[in-house]
């Protein structure tokens, strides 16, 4: 009972205010026993608290618990309830009274490691370690119908996400095959939805995005049947919102099919469901509009459409598509009004002269530097480069149109073109009027008005210079040539196809050295430029450097992949090196880029005899023979394979062929007699005989096998072929003695000559005759020519002197060897071959490139112009 407070009967307001409670005292705590208990134990039994509250307006006013004071106005008499706590009515714990035994903590605020559960004695554990780890969290549970629903849509998005990434990297398949699993899973989806019975709340921008990108999938494939009937599916759905504007992607699949009423009508209905706000769609639609009836050549109605686009929203291509129908139906006024329109319609570009820094602000320098090259900048410069082409291409296209010649009509469109921002064209436009006259042969024209660019700036001279070098370079007048190159340099040292010209003029004069170092400058100035790299690799070629030549031919392999001419040489290169494998690889990778070279195939049947695969070379030598049949040289050798293979019937159609390519070379004719008499069949064999002897009646060789013939088969004809046998004979033995007599003669006044002069040389070195083996190894190579090397034609390039001189022994001596060592006509000398047979299909040309302004050509429309790698024909 000392715990418990009885109520007063009158409550002062203010009383209390004066109470000292010793609890608060803390400097009697150390002989608290109470408080050192409660520290000792961390539990304690708190001082009770009283029922009147100091220093609140109720002062003594005994509170209304369930567990105090029963009545505020009772009597004093009255007994108060058990202290035991009782359930008040907000289920709020009884204050100040003891819990189940436990302890209550020292203040109202529960503290960090006490709590009213616990029991007294326990150990102080504030951070709880004693419990152990904590329980994991509890996931999420899968099997709901919503979370499989939003599983679904992740494994949607994410797959159509792949898709479009998979498109990105140029893998078709695999975008077509992520977009028809993501299909499939959004059908599940859907199902998934009913299931649950959520069919109302689908997720219409998903299913959108599902068909629309399989329909696109199945375009990027070419499956235009499977994306149109896609693209119908979505177009059908009335719950797509501007689902009509999808009728453009099946207008342009019906194009690539080239159903063009169709496309028309897909895409005037298109432009029938897009508003007049969205005009920028609507000048798009048009613009495809009037393509189509261009393919469809309905000119009129296209001309409509493009009219439409420039009086609204004019663009460059719109321009250009219009002039181009202008020109076919031939309307002359129209072009020059359309060509005017073309060239004021604005680009929308900031001028050029704002990238250039100004010198004093450091700061702005600096941000021009970085938008310098940015890709804004990049696409203004494409946008300018655009419309630049389109114009250049429209007045080349309507010069020869729109006036009585094709010069006045350059000249007004040269005019057109100085009243508008794109003045610097002019001097395009008056080179490209040069290339015209050029290619209407008209030299004369093209040389003077290239050289109205001489007092021109730098830049229109250095281009003039170099197609006026050009030109000269091709009509042989090098000293012309040389002097405009020159030019070209002075007023553009940095032109590399100024340098390559020059170049050229010094490598026809055989100044190697000076050509190369010429070349070298040219590949500083441009690292790209394959011309002075090719005809580098000439000049070490010719100087006798080969594996410097090798070098730049490997290098120039690695920016033109398929350059037959570089596999060419890098081949010829490998087998002057006497390297015939990597010769053969070469070749081996050529005849992948030009299967049907006739030269080539032979070349390889060349090697492969050297090499001594006679199976391989007949493969080749049969290919060469099957593409180009009139090559002396494989004939010879396909005839003399079979003669070898004792096939004697069948090497007389090549020789019947020779014969046919060289009718007056007696050799051809005497083979194909030999080839019957070797094959028993001797009738023939003397028709043969007796027909080249009407041909040729003083030919010995035919006119002895006509004797031995005829002695075996017991003729009467005998007799008078012997007969004219011995007088042929006695006349070349008088023409003999007289080729002799008149050699001596012309020997003994040379040396008479050699004597009165100053110079000493011996006359057996001077007037040596030549031996016939010599002729024949000559004969069959194929010397350096002595003009330009433009012109070069290569020989060397295909055939080197060693091995062609060595093939023309082994053929000679195998055609010597054939029918006998005692038949004279077998051995007849191969000069007389290449004397009166040219082979038209020589190997691929080696001479040095020339160099001239190149110009872009994007349009069918345009003409071809002179460009750095154009070869004369």
């Known amino acids: ?50 029922a009147k509250f100091p220093g609140t307006a109720i002062g003594g006013r005994a509170l209304g618990t369930s567990f105090g004071v029963e009545s505020s106005f009772g009597s004093e008499s009255r007994l108060l309830k058990s202290r035991m706590p009782m359930a008040s009515s907000m289920g709020r714990p009884m204050t100040g009274a003891v819990q189940d035994g436990a302890a209550r903590p020292m203040t109202a605020v529960r503290a960090a490691g006490y709590s009213s559960a616990m029991t007294r004695g326990s150990t102080f554990d504030p951070l709880g370690q004693s419990k152990g780890p904590a329980p994991p969290l509890e996931g999420k549970s899968e099997d709901t119908p919503d979370e499989k629903v939003k599983i679904l849509e992740k494994k949607v998005n994410d797959l159509i996400e792949e898709s479009c990434l998979a498109h990105g990297h140029g893998d078709l398949q695999l975008s077509l095959d992520r977009a028809k699993e993501a299909g499939r899973k959004e059908r599940a989806l859907v199902r998934q939805r009913e299931q649950s019975g959520n069919a109302d709340h689908i997720n219409l921008d998903l299913t959108y995005s599902v068909l629309f990108n399989l329909a696109t ?23 797509f919102s501007n689902a009509g504007r999808l009728k453009v992607n099946m207008a342009n699949i019906h194009f690539k099919q080239k159903n063009y009423p169709k496309a028309i009508k897909l895409y005037r209905m298109a432009l029938d469901q897009i508003s007049n706000s969205h005009k920028e769609m609507r000048i798009k639609i048009m613009q495809n509009i009037g393509v189509v009836f261009i393919r469809m050549g309905q000119y009129s109605d296209a001309i409509t459409s493009f009219e439409h686009i420039m009086s609204e929203c004019p663009n460059i291509k719109t321009g250009f598509n219009l002039i181009l129908c202008y020109y076919a139906i031939g309307d002359r006024e129209r072009m020059k009004k359309a060509f005017q329109k073309l060239i004021c319609v604005p680009l929308g570009i900031d001028e050029e002269d704002k990238y250039i820094p100004p010198n004093d602000d450091t700061h702005a320098n600096l941000v021009i530097e ?84 001489e007092k021109k700036d730098s830049r229109v001279k250095s281009a003039a210079a170099t197609n006026l070098s050009f030109l000269y370079f091709l009509e042989k007048d090098y000293d012309q040539a040389d002097r405009y190159a020159d030019l070209a340099m002075t007023a553009d040292r940095y032109n590399p196809a100024a340098l390559i010209n020059k170049g050229n003029t010094v490598f026809v004069k055989k100044d190697y050295e000076k050509a190369a170092e010429f070349y070298k400058e040219a590949l500083r100035n441009d690292s790209s430029c394959t011309e002075a790299l090719y005809n580098l690799g000439l000049t070490y070629k010719r100087l006798g450097r080969l594996e410097e030549s090798l070098d730049c031919f490997l290098k120039l392999h690695a920016i033109l992949r398929n350059s037959a001419q570089v596999m060419w040489q890098l081949a010829n290169l490998f087998e002057m090196l006497e390297d015939p494998h990597q010769a053969i690889e070469w070749l081996m990778q050529l005849i992948t880029v030009t299967p049907t070279d006739p030269q080539v195939l ?141 050699r001596e003669g012309s020997t003994r006044g040379t040396r008479r000559e050699g004597s009165a002069s100053s110079v000493g040389t011996p006359d057996s070195v001077r007037h040596l005759p030549k031996k016939d083996s010599e002729v024949d190894i000559k004969a069959v190579s194929h010397p350096e020519p002595k003009h330009s090397p433009l012109l070069d034609q290569g020989r060397d390039s295909g055939h080197s002197s060693h091995g062609t001189s060595a093939k023309g022994e082994r053929l000679s001596a195998k055609m010597r060897a054939l029918p006998g060592s005692n038949e004279p006509y077998e051995a007849s000398s191969q000069r007389d071959i290449d004397a009166s047979y040219v082979d038209p299909l020589g190997a691929p040309m080696e001479r040095p490139k020339t160099a001239a302004k190149k110009r872009n050509e994007d349009d069918d429309f345009a003409d071809e112009e002179l460009g750095d790698d154009l070869l004369p024909e």
Request: proline letters at 2%; glycine letters at 4%; charged letters at 30%.
């Open 1 to 50: 009972m000392e715990h418990v407070h009885l109520a007063a009967e009158e409550d002062d307001l203010y009383s209390g205010y004066n109470d000292y409670n010793p609890t608060f005292d803390s400097e009697e705590l150390d002989n608290d026993a109470g408080f050192q208990q409660a520290v000792r134990t961390s539990h304690g039994r708190r001082p009770p608290m009283t």
């Open 217 to 239: 999938q199945y375009a990027n494939n070419d499956m235009y049947a499977e994306a149109l009937n896609t693209y119908q599916v979505i177009v059908k759905n009335k719950m």
């Open 370 to 453: 970085a938008i310098k090259n940015d890709k804004l900048h990049q696409m203004e410069r494409e946008r300018k480069a655009l419309a630049e082409k389109f114009i250049m291409t429209s007045a080349k296209l309507i010069a020869p149109a729109i006036e009585a010649t094709f010069a006045a009509g350059f000249d007004w469109c040269v005019d057109m073109v100085k009243s508008s921002q794109y003045v610097e064209l002019a001097n395009d436009l008056e080179i490209n009027k040069a290339i015209t006259y050029l290619r209407q042969r008209d030299f004369n024209q093209a040389v003077e008005t290239l050289k109205t660019f």
């Open 602 to 742: 032979a070349k390889l049947g060349e090697l492969y005899d050297s090499e001594g695969d006679k199976s391989q070379a007949f493969q080749y030598y049969q290919e060469s023979f099957r593409y180009f049949p009139s090559n002396i040289d494989v004939i010879e050798w396909l005839g003399a394979y079979y003669i070898d293979t004792q096939f004697c019937e069948k090497a007389i159609q090549y020789f019947e062929r020779a014969t046919l390519i060289q009718p007056t070379q007696v050799k051809w004719q005497l083979m194909v007699a030999s080839c019957y008499r070797r094959s028993g069949n001797y009738q023939k064999a003397l028709e043969t005989y007796k027909d080249i002897h009407r041909k040729f009646p003083e030919n010995v060789e035919c006119l002895r096998f006509l004797v031995r013939l005829c002695t075996d088969m017991g003729m009467k004809e005998v007799q008078d072929y012997a007969t004219k046998l011995k007088k042929v004979e006695k006349m070349k033995e008088i023409r003999e003695q007289r080729v002799k007599s008149a």
